[in-house]
């Protein structure tokens, strides 16, 4: 963003406060970087000014200024975020160098000021060092929840959350309704499921009111994770938290974890009585209860797979029927499938693999709105090179897959909705070339994947199978808004809202 908006969202009233303070930031922890100059045979980039290095140049949405930098310095740049080294990579070969070639020194992450607490980060799956208690977890979370048999387990639970969803939309015919959150909901709903065997929303209003809270919640801990930090780019602010960023993702953290800390509770209890036995054991918090995790690791855990299942999934399911909906000729065709693969008016799990022309829609979704416009950011554990630069230790890399996206040296007419460029294309999520990559690779590849795809397909194929949609006001399909916001997830600047008619099938 740029200086004056980056000031707006601090604790500073006034820029004359901020600017009084970098010559101090200068004198006191900056002044030998300034003259002792940057290591040397670092990737190329933008002239840096003094103090606040790049800062200013970013703009309100870093991943369209990060696209054009590498168009004129090559697809391997540095950045100086105040303090912080920043490498970008922005075309396949500068992905793979990172997330292949040297993936076992650029794995770790960089921490976000307001997750850096010792009660949170050894229990994380996102933010952890890659060390035995990750590769437990993930191993855990694989097992349990990601592989080919767990998913096929979950496949009535999705049915009939997507049933509910389908039967709520039939009641609003003729409304408006805003898509978001209609998904949001299904897939918490079937996120939950997975994880207590139980509707959360639902059991925590019957017991105490507190469900209406819960993606209230959710959303502030998203947040304040993607707020900028002044101390991100200037540590010597760390301990003094000037913006409240840190104090307010723990605050909404721990309204998060009271929420469910009932149900932990009551579990816990069940499974230490002598009535229990091993067959009981059926959701995935009962899984992490016999194997003795704390209720801070718990906590910590179920807090980031509801975060990362839902939200980057209701964002893909957004963005996929925008494009549909704008682009007739491709929402004839996906019709036209879906008429002639299914002969009911609700789609089960089993109908989705014929659905090629589906799968295409999704994946050409994600390449023009991955989940998030860089991969979540890596840093060095140690010195080493890609591309023949020098990659220094503790530096963050972004893997700019919004600018790999639209490289027309990459794909043809990138900035086109064409689904029929991944039809019979060996070209999958795991991408052995690294031009398609919007769950990540290597070692930190998103564990989700096969999940979120799933919920996605039912999703979405119920969604345009099941119903006709509008705009307010009879505006025309094709000039609906596309513009997106910048964050961690990269969402619609205005949310999809649409009047719903049911179809009739004969």
């Known amino acids: 963003m740029d200086m004056i908006a980056f000031l707006r969202e601090?604790?500073?009233?006034?820029?004359?406060?901020?600017l009084a303070l970098l010559p101090i930031l200068f004198m006191v922890k900056h002044i030998k970087l300034a003259f002792s100059g940057m290591p040397k045979n670092l990737p190329p980039g933008p002239p840096r000014w003094p103090i606040i290095g790049n800062l200013h140049q970013l703009g309100d949405k870093p991943h369209v200024t990060i696209t054009k930098f590498a168009k004129e310095y090559g697809p391997l740049?540095?950045?100086?975020?105040g303090k912080q080294l920043l490498v970008v990579a922005t075309s396949p070969e500068a992905a793979m160098g990172v997330l292949k070639t040297q993936d076992r020194f650029l794995s770790a992450r960089i921490v976000p000021s307001a997750f850096n607490h010792n009660s949170l980060l050894p229990y994380s799956l996102i933010w952890s060092e890659c060390n035995q208690s990750w590769k437990t977890l993930r191993t855990l979370c694989r097992a349990e929840m990601f592989s080919h048999k767990a998913i096929e387990s979950h496949s009535r639970l999705r049915e009939e959350k997507v049933g509910d969803m389908f039967d709520f939309l039939h009641s609003k015919q003729g409304?408006?309704?805003n898509i978001g959150e209609i998904v949001f909901t299904t897939v918490f709903n079937s996120i939950s499921g997975i994880l207590f065997s139980k509707d959360l929303l639902s059991y925590l209003k019957d017991e105490n009111e507190a469900g209406g809270g819960l993606k209230e919640s959710l959303d502030n801990v998203l947040e304040h994770l993607g707020k900028t930090d002044l101390s991100d780019f200037y540590p010597i602010f760390q301990s003094l938290d000037l913006q409240g960023i840190s104090k307010g993702f723990t605050k909404h953290s721990k309204e998060l974890f009271s929420i469910w800390e009932v149900m932990i509770k009551e579990r816990r209890s069940q499974i230490a009585s002598s009535t229990w036995s091993p067959e009981h054991s059926i959701s995935f918090l009962d899984r992490l209860i016999e194997n003795e995790f704390s209720d801070d690791q718990i906590n910590q855990l179920l807090n980031e797979?509801?975060?990362a299942?839902?939200?980057?999934?209701?964002?893909t399911v957004e963005w996929a029927l925008a494009e549909l909906l704008r682009n007739k000729e491709e929402r004839s065709k996906l019709e036209q499938e879906l008429r002639k693969e299914i002969n009911s008016d609700q789609i089960t799990e089993s109908q989705i693999s014929k659905l090629s022309y589906l799968q295409a829609c999704i994946k050409e979704t994600?390449?023009?709105h991955a989940p998030g416009p860089f991969l979540i950011p890596h840093r060095a554990t140690q010195t080493c090179e890609v591309m023949g630069?020098?990659?220094p230790e503790n530096t963050e890399l972004f893997i700019n897959i919004w600018g790999i996206s639209r490289d027309p040296k990459i794909w043809d007419d990138p900035l086109s909705f064409k689904p029929e460029r991944f039809l019979d294309s060996d070209v999958d999520f795991i991408s052995q070339d690294f031009k398609f990559i919007p769950f990540g690779a290597g070692r930190r590849m998103c564990p989700g994947l096969p999940a979120a795809i799933k919920n996605v397909e039912l999703i979405l194929a119920t969604l345009i199978h099941g119903f006709n949609w509008a705009l307010p006001n009879g505006e025309d399909l094709t000039k609906l808004d596309m513009n997106d916001k910048f964050g961690l997830v990269l969402h619609k600047e205005k949310p999809l809202?649409?009047?719903?008619?049911?179809?009739v099938h004969m």
């Open 305 to 307: 797979l509801f975060i």
């Open 77 to 81: 740049i540095s950045l100086n975020l």
């Open 497 to 503: 809202k649409l009047i719903v008619e049911p179809k």
């Open 389 to 391: 630069y020098t990659i």
């Open 366 to 368: 994600l390449r023009l």
């Open 309 to 315: 299942g839902t939200d980057t999934t209701t964002n």
């Open 10 to 18: 601090s604790m500073f009233s006034s820029p004359f406060i901020l």
């Open 175 to 177: 409304q408006m309704v």
